[in-house]
């Protein structure tokens, strides 16, 4: 990294060698995360809370945006102290560089233009330069591989969302402003210059000419109604809340040209509007749904919990009541055709081509469901031994991401079929506490049988994004054991998954281990090949001087930044009760594991070298025949007394046990040490 990068310090101006005045905005990465975001509010920056490490918003801009002030941030981080902090651009400029390159053309560009950072910001992989647009001019967000193109600059503005100190990797290198007025306003040529430079046509608001509405005074008044309810939504606002109730207008108008002009011109008030080619093209893809009709009930209630009193709304309506269409037309009042559609062939409906901004849109953000172990949007199975406790620590780290707001508690489904009733009461006492729910079959109308009708009501209704399964266990709702069966479940979980669901299944090994000595897991391979994810947990250490079991999670299959290991360790003490041993849950880090193993490995060395001892005095001595009796003696894989055997072979008694010869035919038999 350059060495105009390093951290500087303003050098003191005046000839008493006083410091000058130090601007509080310049010490937050010196700060306390609460303390920090209090700082950037009041120099006029917009804060939202950030997951720890990772670059994905807690919650939605709004409502967190109208509730913002020093009180719901105080409020917030005081609940949350370890969540980062990020910042909606807004009207800010930052233009971030993350190669030698990319560093170099900044600066380059800069002083072309004779543009000065007063902010700049230090990251792991380069730096951020903050900026403010000036009055009239147009940019847009802007990202880039820097891999692919180590010399563009990724460009943050409008909705899009950067990270500021103190949070992981990010610390002040420049800061000679107290407030974001004071930032350098940047103008049109030079965001053409940015643009031009990575390769990309130069940003251009999209102008809106109102022409006449085809029989605009014979709107009925349904399509009025349509009308006011969806323009009290934000069109700025994640892909799923602008294309349900755009599904919703064109549920209730028939697909009509009306709705098509009310969807438009809702649409064209957002940041990211994309023009009336793709309004249109989208709006024509409704026809398409074959799932569960989306109404204006449903835009009612999104209006509702938007804050808004949708029977005042439609109440306020009158006869003037009228809307003009919009043609979108380029900056150079150049009216953008439509394309005549061609003549489509057999496959020409289920081509995806055009729509990677949609299925960007719709992708689930990398977050863990599961603590390092399962992601959301993923199918994770765990197969465990009995007694390994997977129940206990999917509860517990599913309360843990809860708690840390994660995931919402009202979306995960907890699927109790493999309990006794002490148990079941047990964990739905927990689920109360944490907010989750439980179902178990025999307990309001639920049939496992049922299960797959639901799951695909879920998709068709497209309700299915946001919901977190955990299916305890998976042989009560497939036979593991039967291709048929698990195919034809794999299909339905798939498209479970594809529509934006979650689920985690719960399932055991076999009862033999396999030749390693670890647990195998059971059932046919379609589940474990199906799935995104995949773990084995084993019993690593039963310690009964401290009453604890640790055991570990192995990776067999991921797709994703999963985990390879990791341990837990709980109380196994008698007579506690659940909520106490979920408290008692511990991670259990590498260092210790190490030690666990090698402590464990040592005691099942010793109980192995008995058991080998003991026959070869009975004379049952030669390689195979000790090999098989060890074998049933101390319960263990015949390839592990095998590595034992050779292990404690030779002939130093502080090192070895004991030693063979070579009889006829090849034979090892073996004698003990004295």
């Known amino acids: 990294m350059s060495a105009k990068y390093i951290k500087v310090t303003n050098a003191p101006e005046n000839a008493d060698n006083e410091s000058p005045t130090e601007s509080a905005l310049s010490t937050i990465d010196t700060k306390t995360n609460l303390e920090a975001a209090l700082i950037v509010h009041e120099a006029g920056f917009q804060p939202i809370p950030i997951i720890p490490g990772k670059k994905i918003p807690t919650c939605k801009h709004h409502p967190w945006l109208d509730e913002l002030s020093p009180k719901t941030i105080s409020n ?83 909705s899009g969302l950067v990270i500021m100190p103190p949070s992981t990797g990010k610390e002040i290198n420049v800061c000679e402003i107290s407030h974001v007025n004071e930032l350098t306003k940047i103008g049109q040529d030079f965001i053409d210059a940015v643009f031009r430079h990575n390769g990309r046509e130069v940003p251009r608001k999209q102008i809106a000419v109102a022409k006449s509405r085809k029989n605009a005074t014979n709107l009925n008044q349904t399509h009025k109604e349509l009308d006011a309810l969806i323009n009290h939504l934000d069109p700025n606002c994640g892909y799923e809340d602008w294309i349900t109730p755009s599904m919703a207008v064109h549920y209730e ?36 749904h074959t799932g569960a009709p989306v109404t204006k009930a449903t835009l009612c209630k999104m209006v509702a919990e938007n804050g808004h ?45 055009g729509m990677s901004p949609q299925l960007v849109a719709e992708a689930l953000a990398e977050v863990f469901v599961l603590a390092g172990l399962a992601l959301l949007g993923q199918w994770t199975v765990f197969y465990a031994i009995h007694g390994a406790g997977k129940t206990l620590l999917v509860i517990y780290l599913l309360a843990e991401a809860i708690h840390q707001g994660l995931i919402k508690a009202s979306d995960v489904y907890y699927f109790n079929l493999d309990d006794n009733q002490a148990g079941l009461i047990a964990k739905l006492k927990i689920a109360e506490e944490v907010g989750f729910h439980v179902i178990s079959e025999g307990y309001r109308n639920f049939k496992v049988k049922d299960f797959i009708a639901l799951i695909q009501a879920l998709c068709d209704g497209n309700q299915a994004r946001g919901i977190v399964l955990i299916l305890d266990t998976l042989k009560k709702f497939t036979d593991l054991m039967d291709k048929r069966s698990t195919s034809q479940w794999n299909r339905i979980i798939r498209l479970f998954i594809a529509t934006g669901g979650t689920v985690v299944g719960l399932a055991h090994v076999n009862k033999n281990r396999g030749s390693d000595g670890k647990p195998i897991y059971a059932g046919t391979t379609d589940i474990i090949d199906d799935a995104d994810c995949a773990y084995v947990l084993d019993v690593i250490n039963v310690d009964h001087d401290t009453n604890t079991k640790t055991v570990e999670f192995e ?99 502080d090192q070895h046990k004991w030693f063979y010869t070579t009889q006829k035919h090849g034979r090892k038999v073996y004698q003990l040490l004295t």
């Open 76 to 158: 917030y981080w005081s609940k949350h102290p370890d969540h980062e902090i990020g910042c909606i651009t807004g009207d800010l400029l930052v233009l971030d560089a993350d190669s030698d390159e990319s560093i170099a053309q900044l600066h380059q560009l800069e002083d072309a233009f004779d543009v000065t950072p007063l902010l700049t910001v230090n990251t792991k992989k380069g730096v951020h330069h903050y900026h403010m647009l000036a009055s009239g001019v147009f940019a847009k967000s802007d990202a880039h591989s820097s891999k692919t193109h180590p010399a563009r600059i990724d460009i943050r503005t409008g």
């Open 555 to 653: 990776n067999k299959k991921n797709r994703g930044n999963v985990v390879n290991s990791v341990a837990y360790s709980y109380s196994i003490e008698d007579g506690i009760d659940y909520d106490q041993l979920l408290a008692s849950v511990e991670k259990v880090d590498q260092s210790q594991l190490v030690q666990v193993k090698k402590a464990e490995a040592n005691q099942s060395d010793a109980e192995i070298i008995d058991a080998i001892t003991g026959c070869i005095r009975e004379g049952i001595n030669a390689r195979m025949r000790l090999r098989d009796e060890v074998n049933e003696r101390a319960g263990v894989s015949k390839r592990k007394v095998l590595n034992i055997l050779d292990k404690y072979t030779g002939q130093f008694p």
């Open 253 to 288: 108008t028939d697909g009509s040209d009306d709705g098509l002009s009310i969807f438009d011109d809702w649409s064209s008030q957002g940041d990211d509007y994309p023009g009336f080619a793709e309004i249109e093209y989208k709006w024509k893809s409704f026809n398409n």
């Open 309 to 353: 009193d949708w029977v005042s709304i439609l109440d306020r309506l009158g006869p003037q009541f009228q809307k003009c269409n919009f043609e979108v037309v380029g900056s150079n009042d150049e009216k953008v055709s439509t394309p005549t559609p061609k003549k489509a062939i057999s496959f020409d409906a289920y081509s995806l081509t």
